[in-house]
Nanobody, 121 residues
Framework: QVQLVESGGGLVQAGGSLRLSCAAS????????MGWYRQAPGAQRELVAS???????NYADSVKGRFTISRDNAKNTVYLQMNSLKPEDTAVYYC???????????????WGQGTQVTVSA
């Protein structure tokens, strides 16, 4: 089994900061891309940021310059530092990992349970 567990969500005022963490655990062989997605009420889930095992990053235009994704490969953990938060950043944030289980040949996508981020005006 593979699990992704997020932490760090909460309520913050506009202009504030939060740091999300997501730790992958279980029967892990290797992890390719890790990413953060978010879903606001009534909206589709969207990519916020992603990072490869070689630390190449990709960001949604709406968060460029405000959010920073990073990862610790030794800890199988990905982080999302969110600065200058806006009310429109309010959503449930989900961690995603493209993971190969030990002794497996293929990579599969795994999701965390989600963590709520609420930004008040």
């Amino acid at each position: 089994q593979v699990q992704l567990v997020e932490s760090g969500g909460g309520l913050v005022q506009a202009g504030g900061s939060l740091r999300l963490s997501c730790a992958a655990s279980g029967n892990i062989g290797s992890i390719n891309v890790m990413g953060w997605y978010r879903q606001a009420p009534g909206a589709q889930r969207e990519l916020v940021a992603s990072i490869t095992s070689g630390r190449t990053t990709n960001y949604a235009d709406s968060v460029k310059g405000r959010f920073t994704i990073s990862r610790d490969n030794a800890k199988n953990t990905v982080y999302l530092q969110m600065n200058s938060l806006k009310p429109e950043d309010t959503a449930v944030y989900y961690c995603n990992g493209n993971i190969r289980r030990t002794l497996a040949y293929t990579y599969l996508n795994y999701w965390g349970q989600g963590t709520q981020v609420t930004v008040s005006a």
